[in-house]
């Protein structure tokens, strides 16, 4: 089944709490000449919200599938269709990951090897000028012809979570830092 995009959708909920099972679920349909048995799990610790995890062989990392498992009511605050969108249109301008399906709480996508960017490595020499190119890539990239050119979104995005932000809560100390930022 295909959604409105396009991406395939696989009726499979990965369990955050184990997430092996949902996890091989899934690359029997994205990876189906995968052996099951042979398929190596590592999860990454860099997500603030979502959980991220790795299936790939062994001995080969390079063709890792990431699975992204939303975190809790970040619903509330992301547009899950224009993210999808938004991941279609940086692939096809070769500057994102290829999406190879959704599933009923995440994305599932390709591994883009690389290293992670800190203050140091950014402002090196060899470095900042291909993140400058990258940038300019990505912010000239157009969707196809006949596509909807999506409009700004920075304040409608920003309104959205602060219509979710709770006006009050049971413990007292994080109701008076509220009432403070607030």
Same mark, same amino acid.
């Given at each position: #089944?295909? @959604?409105? @995009?396009?991406?395939?959708? &696989? !009726? /499979? *909920?990965? !369990?955050e709490n184990? +997430?092996? &099972?949902?996890?091989l679920s899934l690359i029997k349909h994205v990876r189906p000449e995968w052996k099951i048995d042979d398929v190596?799990?590592?999860?990454? @610790? $860099?997500?603030i919200t979502n959980k991220i995890y790795g299936c790939h062989l062994p001995? !080969?990392?390079?063709? #890792?599938?990431?699975l992204r498992v939303y975190g809790e009511k970040t619903e509330l605050i992301i547009d899950r269709v224009k993210e999808i969108e938004t991941f279609q249109i940086l692939f096809e301008a070769k500057c994102g990951a290829e999406l190879y399906c959704?599933?009923?709480?995440? =994305?599932?996508? $390709?591994? #883009? +090897?690389?290293?992670? =960017?800190d203050p140091q490595l950014v402002r090196a020499d060899n470095i900042y000028p291909l993140i400058a190119h990258k940038m300019a890539k990505m912010h000239l990239t157009k969707p196809k012809e006949g596509e909807v050119i999506p409009g700004p979104s920075l304040f409608t995005t920003l309104r959205g979570w602060l219509e979710? &932000? +709770?006006?009050?809560?049971? !413990? +007292? $100390?994080?109701? *008076?830092?509220?009432? /403070?930022i607030y």
């Open positions: #089944m295909a @959604t409105s @995009t396009g991406v395939p959708k &696989v !009726d /499979i *909920t990965v !369990d184990n +997430p092996k &099972v949902g996890a190596q799990f590592k999860v990454f @610790t $860099e997500g001995n !080969d990392k390079r063709n #890792m599938v990431l959704i599933f009923n709480n995440g =994305l599932c996508y $390709e591994f #883009m +090897p690389g290293k992670i =960017l979710n &932000v +709770p006006r009050q809560f049971n !413990d +007292p $100390e994080k109701n *008076t830092r509220q009432c /403070i």
